[in-house]
């Protein structure tokens, strides 16, 4: 099992990335996928960003409305396009996966990828 994150850089405040995760061997079909931010700060858990399985999709509150999650099943592929960045939103970013249902607690979580840096700085 392996997931491949990619798409992290460096932004202005405003600006946009599109992250990727590609997952093997599991088939997105049965197998939902969370995106996740760590920040560097000591006891800060990982936080929930948005999920995705075939029959849900989750946001926290702070980023509604700014990230967009989707999926290619085909490609077994989820994007994360995020829009208007802040200074908020920096952090390494983890793409994740379970058996069916999408949550947004990094404890449901079975298989990690390996992370992709955002940075947004003027």
């Known amino acids: 099992v392996q997931l491949v994150e990619s798409g992290g850089d460096l932004v202005q405040p405003g600006g946009s990335l599109r992250l990727s995760c590609v997952v093997s061997e599991l088939p997105l079909d049965y197998y939902a996928v969370g995106w996740f931010r760590q920040v560097p700060v000591p006891g800060k858990e990982r936080e929930g960003v948005?999920?995705?399985?075939?029959?849900?999709?989750h946001y926290a509150e702070s980023v509604k409305g700014r990230f967009t999650i989707s999926k290619d099943n085909k490609k077994n592929t989820v994007y994360l396009q995020m829009n208007n960045l802040r200074p908020e939103h920096p952090g390494v970013y983890y793409c994740a996966s379970r058996l069916r249902e999408a949550t947004l607690n990094h404890y449901d979580f079975d298989y990690w990828g390996q992370g992709t840096q955002v940075t947004v700085s003027s």
């Open positions: 948005s999920s995705i399985s075939n029959s849900e999709i």
